[in-house]
C-alpha cells in the first residue's frame, strides 16, 4: 500500500482591514490605474496594529481544523511558512500550537519566502511518508505590510496580510495518479540570484527588521520561465502534463505572471484558480489562501488534479501536484 499525504481540511483568514489602491494614490506617484494594469492588484487586506503573524496563521488553523472535524490534538505537527514572523524566536508555529491548544507533537517554521508554502507542503509530505507524522496542519502566514517600505512605489503596492491553512493526513492508496494526496513535488533555489529580492535587514546584520528591496522586472523573468518549469518537472515526475491538470493553484505575485506561466503550461486561464486581484501578494500564505478561497468558490472539488507553483527570495522555487 502507498501511503499518501491527503488534504482533510482547509481555511483561511485575512485581517478587517480593505486597502484599496486608491489610498496609495497622493502617498506615492502612482494611481489605481497603473496598479491595476500592471499587476491585476486591486485591493489587499493589512492586518491592524497589534495583530501578529501568529495571530493570522491561528485564525486560519482554527478554520481548517473546523472543516476538517478535528480538535487540535489530533494533530502531530504543525509547519508554518513565514518570511515575517512575530519575532525572532520562537517559531511561528510554536506560538501558533500554543494558540489553538495543542498540548503534543511538535511545530517549526519554514522560510523560503513566496515560495515557503510549497516547501512547507513538501516537508509535510516528506513527514507523513516516512511514517514521522500522521497528520500535519500546513500553514501560510504573513504581514508583509511590517516590511514595506511606503515611499518606495516599486514595491508598496504589491503587498499584503494573510494567512492559510491545510491539514493533511496518511491514507492509504494504491499508488497510481488517481490517489487523493500529494503525488509528487519539485523543490529549487539559486542563491547567486539574492540581490533582486531581499529584506535590507536581519538580526545579524543591521538588528533591525529591514525593508524589502525587489527588482521587480528581473524577478518577472525569472518566474514566468522558472514557474512553467518547475510545474512541468513535477507533473512529468508522475507521467502528467498541462493537459491533465484541472487547476493551476498558482503563487499570486502578478496577473501578468499567472497568465505567462498558464501559456507556458497550455492550460487556459478558465482553470486557474485567481485571487491576486483581492489579496495581492502575501508571500507564503497566497497559495493556500488561493486553494481555501477556490474551494468556498465552488472551483477546486474533492478529485481535482491541481499543480501549486512559486517563486521567490532566494531565488527559491518549486511546486506540488496533487489530486484533491
Ligand atoms: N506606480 C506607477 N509607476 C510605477 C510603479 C507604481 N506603483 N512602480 C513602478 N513604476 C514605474 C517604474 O518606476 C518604471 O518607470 P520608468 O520606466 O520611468 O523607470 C515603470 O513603472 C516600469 O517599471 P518596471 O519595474 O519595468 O515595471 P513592470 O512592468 O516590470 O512591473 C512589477 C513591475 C509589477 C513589480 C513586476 O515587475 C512584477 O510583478 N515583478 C515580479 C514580482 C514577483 O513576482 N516577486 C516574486 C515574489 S515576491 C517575494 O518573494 C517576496
Redesign the pocket.
Known amino acids: 500500500m502507498t501511503i499518501r499525504a491527503v488534504v482533510k481540511g482547509v481555511g483561511h483568514y485575512l485581517p478587517a482591514r480593505t486597502v484599496p489602491n486608491s489610498e ?1 494614490e497622493g502617498k ?4 489605481d490605474e ?2 491595476r494594469a ?2 491585476g492588484i486591486e485591493r489587499r487586506h493589512f492586518a491592524a496594529e497589534g495583530e501578529t503573524t501568529s495571530d493570522l496563521g491561528a485564525a486560519a488553523a482554527r478554520a481548517a481544523l473546523a472543516d476538517a472535524g478535528l480538535e487540535a490534538d489530533a494533530l502531530d505537527a504543525i509547519i508554518v511558512a513565514t ?1 515575517t514572523p512575530d519575532l525572532t524566536f520562537p517559531s511561528v508555529a510554536t506560538m501558533v500550537q500554543a494558540k489553538i491548544g495543542m498540548t503534543r507533537g511538535f511545530a517549526f517554521d519554514v522560510q523560503a ?3 515557503g508554502y510549497v516547501y512547507a507542503l513538501a516537508n509535510a509530505n516528506a513527514l507523513i511518508l516516512s511514517g514521522q507524522a500522521r497528520r500535519v496542519l500546513v500553514i501560510g502566514a504573513e504581514t ?1 505590510s511590517r516590511i514595506l517600505d511606503f515611499t518606495d ?7 499584503g496580510d494573510g494567512a492559510g491553512a491545510v491539514v493533511l493526513e496518511a491514507v492509504g492508496g494504491t499508488g497510481t495518479t488517481e490517489d487523493r494526496g500529494i503525488l509528487s513535488t519539485d523543490l529549487n533555489s539559486d542563491g547567486s540570484y539574492r540581490d533582486l ?1 531581499y529584506v535590507d535587514g536581519g538580526v545579524s546584520t543591521s538588528g533591525t527588521a529591514g525593508h ?1 528591496r ?7 523573468r525569472h ?1 514566468v520561465e522558472k514557474l512553467a518549469e518547475t510545474a512541468h518537472t513535477a507533473l512529468a515526475k508522475v507521467g502528467l502534463d498541462g493537459g491533465d491538470v484541472d487547476w493551476i493553484v498558482p ?1 499570486q ?2 496577473i ?2 499567472i497568465e505567462g506561466t498558464a501559456k507556458r503550461m497550455q492550460v487556459p486561464m478558465e482553470r486557474v484558480v485567481v485571487t491576486v486581484q483581492d489579496h495581492g ?1 502575501t ?1 507564503a500564505a497566497s497559495i493556500p489562501l488561493a486553494l481555501s478561497v477556490g474551494k468556498e468558490r465552488g472551483q477546486i472539488k474533492e478529485g481535482d488534479l491541481l499543480v501549486t507553483e ?5 531565488l ?1 522555487w518549486g511546486s506540488v501536484v496533487l489530486r484533491w
Open positions: 496609495f506615492v506617484e502612482t494611481s497603473w496598479i500592471r499587476t518570511s519566502v513566496c515560495a508583509f512605489r516599486s514595491t508598496c503596492v504589491l503587498f529580492l524589502l525587489m527588482q521587480g522586472n528581473q524577478v518577472f518566474a503563487h505575485a502578478n501578468r505572471i501578494n508571500s512559486a517563486i521567490g527570495g532566494g527559491a
